[in-house]
Nanobody, 125 residues
Framework: QLQASGGGLVQAGGSLRLSCEAS??????????MGWFRQAPGKEREFVAG????????HYADSVKGRFTTSRDGAENTVYLQMDSLKPEDTAVYYC??????????????????WGQGTQVTVSS
């Protein structure tokens, strides 16, 4: 399973770091990439950031470029999402997900087969 954590309430301009640990079956799965997605109330889930399992490739949504950074710790089967300069529009439930096949530019929701349970991020103005 994928366990996301680190969400919370923060003021605009603040920072949070989300973590996502793979365990059990997902830890043994052939992971080619991890992705972060978010879903705000009344909106569809959207891609936020992704990283290849080697860490060599990172991809970000335009809305978070320059503010969010994703990284991984291979030894701990954990990926992180460092979120800086948070804005109220970043408020959402954040999910981590795993893609189990190679694809250079596959960062849509349908490309990820394993999902975590989500963690709430709330940014107050």
């Amino acid at each position: 399973q994928l366990q996301a954590s680190g969400g919370g309430l923060v003021q605009a301009g603040g920072s949070l770091r989300l973590s996502c640990e793979a365990s059990g079956r997902t830890a043994k799965a052939s992971s080619y990439a991890m992705g972060w997605f978010r879903q705000a109330p009344g909106k569809e889930r959207e891609f936020v950031a992704g990283i290849s399992w080697s860490g060599a490739v990172r991809h970000y949504a335009d809305s978070v470029k320059g503010r969010f950074t994703t990284s991984r710790d291979g030894a701990e089967n954990t990926v992180y999402l460092q979120m800086d300069s948070l804005k109220p529009e970043d408020t959402a439930v954040y999910y981590c997900a795993m893609r189990t096949y190679f694809c250079g530019s596959c960062w849509s929701e349908a490309d990820f087969g394993f999902w975590g349970q989500g963690t709430q991020v709330t940014v107050s103005s």
